[in-house]
Every structure is written in structure tokens, then in C-alpha cells.
């Protein structure tokens, strides 16, 4: 099953790449990792999406824990949360193309950052899933690029990860 | 006063009470090594390998409640530390390596012995830190103690760049650290307790199953309570060998792989397991889907949550550290008014002991016309009174000596469990030799493993180190030659160890004792002069049997019901 996973951790060098190893290291899926500073800048915020059984998913969250620079765990998917992704796509479009793609665009509350004469380059914050769908919508032919950031996660209300 | 980096690193050694550290000097520690020279409470052990540096600082470790420390330097340096570094790893065994790094500015520029050390020991640490400012040493040091010794302890590098070494700063040391994100665990969760020792006292078939955990924590006056008081069947570890006494009626032996026949059966058929400071290893469990399948309840104890339900299915986590859990289970013990049931309790020892005789214990048949390995240790374990420290390498002499050296205290069997490491030896035996001085220390080895070491004779003659060297030599990379028997058609590839050296005179070369033993009615008398040689270094050189296999054996990927005895074959 298909876990985001939260945490927060000491903004060091390397901090990142213990947890990376940790998920190499014990052959642990990651879909996207996502990171950067908090407003607090001694501490970064991680998203990662993961997927495995129960058993996988709970030695990764112990794993994770047990990591020095790791202050703090939170498996998003156990309870109520938020998740939006960031995607930039750049697609070649000219003349009615265009403007089919711009109502596709309007259609999934996304909006066109750049023009050329032959390019328009679309940017679209919403779930992973959701993006996926912007994707299959378009002709796929005539995507140029597309980059994503990966999922970053929140919890609903109350749910706060915070030290 | 203003310190350069390398004499604050000195001085928080001393600070740490260290007495003995062991490295190897080069180019990115010319400063550290200046700072110890001019000081004389932290004594230096200069090695010949820096794999045997952290494998004696391990010892040291081991055979003591200290943290070991290493010292290294950059590149080839660090590489060599590697396989130390990762065996203490896989042992959760306390200790500090300080490597030397290119100076600051060089570091990306793939400078002379430049290595990224934090990188290469990422994954075998409990944590590295490279220090990027001098005002950090003295924190980073205190830091890297702390963590190497609380929770579950571990090995933790510091690397040092030459530049930083060689700056000046105040000193002062911290008196205290707090690393916001690390909180080991204390005590355990009491209504856990509550429900593990009603658990325990309903069970008609309990077991208690002890692992390297009791030693570490220095918990097996408790555990060996808690044992006596329950009337359970009582099996450690390899790691936990002399967690509980090994020649108590209690005890049946040691499970799993080469454990005997009891302790393998009592594992699966018991319907109560409790799991103290051990983690259903491969080489201990077998096949946990073959486990699985008989049911029992499991009691897991373990201060390391990520060990908890990692292999096996468990019934009751009890997080904390071993000593206080167990305290608190002996707490709750007393003031319980109900005790195990006493007839269900003698119809499981029926069967324990019907699993005993069935097993034939640990046997193996004696020869007058060519040593038997299993007879050494026997002789061994007689000779030294079973008060030795034992050391060992890695393969059929490990398990022999596991076997039949009956271990009654802590921290006396040192081995390299979980990575394996052949060369773990002789240098552990060093480290084990300085911190208890005076004491018996032998090192059960074999011709293939003491190869991997062997320099190491160099650094016992320049510090006197009276290491007795029980080599079982039967020519062949016996464990391998086991294996390739049972599971590869008899084809023993490069398992041979073909022009091997006169270890007698090798011994000799380096200014030691050599004995070489061809009799089975030699062993005893050798045995006997080389322990009554308190001040001498005596190799002994075993000509053993080449054919003899270690018996019982759970074959790799079998479950425990499955164990061959020496006469299944």
C-alpha cells in the first residue's frame, strides 16, 4: 500500500543521504522524496512516498526513527491529511493545440507560466494522482518535459508535526 | 587557554577516562599524533593493520563496560577501519573512531589518501560527524561518546580534516550533552510488564531465549534471577553466551544453527517465547516461515523498537533497556501472588529432557590416532577452569568453541557474530588482554582466519600481550569444506589451504612461543605448558582432524525442528 511519510530532521549536511541509504540500504521503495528548510532553518521537512506491506512500512518508520538526525516521524496516511505535488510541464503547441490545451489546463486549475511560439510550459499543484490525470488528458505526444517535485504532505486540523 | 584541535581531541579522550587507545599514524593525523605523544595518560597501542585497531579497540570494548577508541588516518586508513568498524556494528558494541581527513580545502578535489570517510561509513555506524570548525571538536567528541554508549550502543567515527587539527581555539569540556533528536529509552511501559508476565506465568511451555542484549546492558544477574525464579528453560545467543551461566541445569544450550538439539527444539515447540536482547537472526530462527507455523505467543524485550517485529510476528513489544525491564518483570514477579504451574512446568521439563537425551548432547567421537578440534576446547575449557577470556575467529572453530567452552559470565566470549569477520581474533584478544591485565585470554582460531590477521603477533611482542593462540589447524577452510560437502557434491573449490607457513617458527620470527601438536595425547600437556607461561605469547598449532564437521546443524533455509544431528548423516 502506498504510504507519505513526514519528518522532520536536523538540517545538516548528509542528513539527506542517511535517509536515502536507509531506504537503499534495506531495498525499501521510494516513489519521490521531497525536502527543504522549515521555517525554523536549523530543521528540514521531508515527505517521502512509499509503499510496502504493514511489516515494511513499520520498520521503515522505525528505521527512520532511529536515525540520529531524525527529531521526528509521522506515517501522513494513518489519518486524515493533505498532499499536493508542484509540476511543470512543457508541451509543443501552436495555433488550435494550444488552445485545447489551455482549456484542458483551466479544466484541472492549472495555469500557463511560459509562451514561445511553438512551446507553452504549464505549471499544476494538486495530488500525485490528479496529475497523473492531467497527464492522460494531453496528447502525450506532445509533451517536451515534465518535472515533478513529488508529493509534499500536511496533516488535517490538528494533525501537527512540529518539536 | 587556546588548544590547537588536536590536543582538545587528546584532551577529551582524557576527559572520557580513556586509558588505551589503537591506530596507525599517516600524513591527516601528524597533528593528533603530536598532541598524544606530549601527553602520557592516554597510552597509544600501535598496531600493524588498521582493521586489527578497531577490531582490538572492540575487544576492549567487549571484555569491559568501556568505550573503545581507534584512532585512524585518512583514505587507506578509514578503508582498512572499514571491516572493524562494521563488526562492531553488527554487535552493537560501543566505540569511537577518530579518523584524520585531508585538510578542509582539499576535501572534493581528490586529493592524496583523500576518501569521503562519513560516506564510506554511513551505513556501519550508529552515526559520523565530520567536524568543519575546531570550536567543534570538543562537542563532537562528547557527542560521539554519549551515542556510542546510551541506548543501543554502536560504533561512531569523528573525522577530523588536518587543517582543523592544527587550529587554535578556547577549550573547555562540555559537561553535558543533549542532542534534541535522540532520546534512548529508559524504563519499559509497566502494563506491557504486566501482560508479558501474566503471559508468562499462564504459558504451559515457556522459553526464555537470551541474546547479546543481556551482556551489553549488564543485565544477567537479572536475567539469570528472573530464569531461577520462573524454573524456565534458558537459551543464549551466541552473542549472549555467559548472559546466563552456562553449567546451570537450566540452560539448553545455545539455539539455532549449530545449537543443540534441545535448545532448537524447545525454540519451536514452546507456546511462550521470550525474547530478551536477541533478534530472531537468521542463523538463530532459521526459516521464520517454518517457524511461524508451530503457534506460540512472543514476549519481545528489546531497546530498539526497529528489532521488535522485524523477522517474527510478536505478541508483546517491550521496549527499554534490558536491565531496567527486567527489573521491573522481577518487580512484579514478587508481588504476584500466582507462580507457574507446577505440573504443567514438570510435564514440559519431561519433554526438555526427553529432547535431551533424543539430542545425545553435544558429542563427537574421540580419536587416539588424530585430534579432534571439539577435544582441544574440552581440554581448553578444563585447563583455563572455564575463567578465561575466549576470543575467536570465524568458522567450525567459532562454533566448536561455542559449543564446549561453558561460559558462566558476561562478557568473557568475545566473537564477531553478526558480520562474521575472520581476523577478529587475535586482535580483539589484544584489546581484551590491556584492559583485563593479568588475566588468562585465549584466542581459538583456525589456519585460515589467523591469516587474515596475523601481523597482529608483531604489536602483542612490542606490548607483552601473554595471548594464548589456540589454532585449529585442519588445513581446510572448514566451515566452507562443510558446506561444500553437505550442499555442493563433495567439490571442495579453494577451500584448501595448500603451502601453508611453519606457524611454530612464524611464531618464533616474531618473538613468541611456537608449539606444534600432532597427538591427541599431546593436547593436555600442551595446553598445560602454554597456560603456565603467564608471561609468554604461546602459539599452539593444532594439527586437527580435516574431515570432523560441526554438529548439530540447522542446514541454511531449514526450520528449527529440522536439525541434523552427527548421526543423521
Redesign the interface.
Known sequence: MRHIISLLMENEAGALSRVAGLFSARGYNIESLAVAPTEDPTLSRMTIVTSGSDAVIEQINKQLNKLIDVAAVMDLSEGEHLERELMLVKVRAEGVVCDELKRVTKNFHGRVIDESNSTCTIELTDTCAKLDEFLQAIDRKLILETVRTGASGIGRGERILKL | MELTGAEIAIRCLQEEGVEYIFGYPGGAVLHIYDALFQQDKVKHILVRHEQAAVHAADGYARSSENVGVALVTSGPGITNAVTGIATAYMDSIPMVIISGQVPSYAIGEDAFQEVDA??IT??CV??NF?VKDVKDIALTIKKAFY?AKSGRPGPVLVDIPKDISNQKTAYSYPTSVN????NPVGKGDSAQIKRALQMLLEAKRPMVYAGGGVVLAGASAQLTELVRQLGFPCTNTLMGLGGYPATDKQFVGMPGMHGTYEACMAMQYCDVLIAIGARFDDRVVGNVEHFAQVPRKIIHIDI???SI??RVKVDVPVVGDLKLVLEQLLGELRSSKQKPNASDMATWWKQVDEWRVKGGGLRYKNSTEIIKPQYVIEKLYEITAGDAFVTSDVGQHQMWAAQYYKFNKPRRWINSGGLGTMGFGLPAAMGVQLINPGATVACVTGEGSIQMNIQELSTCKQFHLPIKVVSLNNRYLGMVRQWQEFFHGNRYSESYMDALPDFVKLAEAYGHVGIRIDKPSDVEPALKEAFERKKDLVFMDFQTDPTENVFPMVPGGKGLSEVILAEDL
Do not use: E, F, T
Open positions: 562519513v560516506g554511513r551505513p550508529k552515526h565530520l551515542l542532542i534534541r533528536s535522540y530498539d523498537p526497529s517485529a522485524k
